[in-house]
């Protein structure tokens, strides 16, 4: 069922102007940020036509940002500006060279997700990474989906080990979650 509907997100979302709409995002997302303070933002680096998160770099320059690494089945968080290489999937991270930061200092955790739910549960791709770092993280840590409101849906299919995040942004501007 699942990659199913991964097909049909995947196809849906091809057709938007992710451009504008990561643009509008951001915006809004850095009003929301900047709001709460945070200072420690983990972003990511958009791949397959997902919103663009780096614009809020520019945005909102009073936060110090990090970057996700894929390896051996989980997420590391890493500086913004540590080396880069491509992941075996296409995406570009950080490189293994990379120092690690501990997720648990960070205050904000930007998720893409292929499409998320009105309960705040997000499709990604199949793999949990994100549904393992967000178990792990206390509950001072702020986290957010991003994507278009076009990709909001009314539920999703879950299993008893995804993780919701506690707001949404899009291109309207930044729910928390029911």
């Known amino acids: 069922m699942k990659k199913k509907l991964r097909e049909a997100l995947l196809a849906a979302r091809a057709g938007l102007d992710t451009k504008t709409l990561s643009q509008a995002a951001c915006a809004r997302l850095a009003d929301f940020l900047a709001a709460r303070g945070a200072g420690r933002i983990m972003l990511y680096l958009p791949f397959r036509n997902e919103l663009n998160p780096l614009p809020l770099v520019d945005l909102y320059p009073a936060a110090e940002y990090f970057l996700p690494r894929i390896s051996g089945g989980k997420i590391s968080v890493h500086p913004f500006d540590s080396p880069r290489e491509r992941h075996p999937y296409g995406f570009i991270q950080p490189a293994d060279v990379a120092k690690v930061v501990e997720p648990a200092t960070l205050e904000a955790i930007v998720t893409p997700g ?10 990604g791709y199949g793999g949990g990474y994100y549904d393992r770092l967000l178990a792990d993280l206390p509950d001072t840590v702020t986290t957010i989906g991003f994507a278009p409101k076009a990709m909001l849906q009314d539920s999703l299919p879950h299993d008893e080990w995804d993780v919701p995040v506690q707001f949404l942004a899009s291109e309207t501007g930044v729910q928390a979650c029911k």
Do not use: E, P, T
Request: hydrophobic residues 40%.
């Open 114 to 123: 292929l499409a998320f739910d009105r309960s705040c549960y997000r499709l």
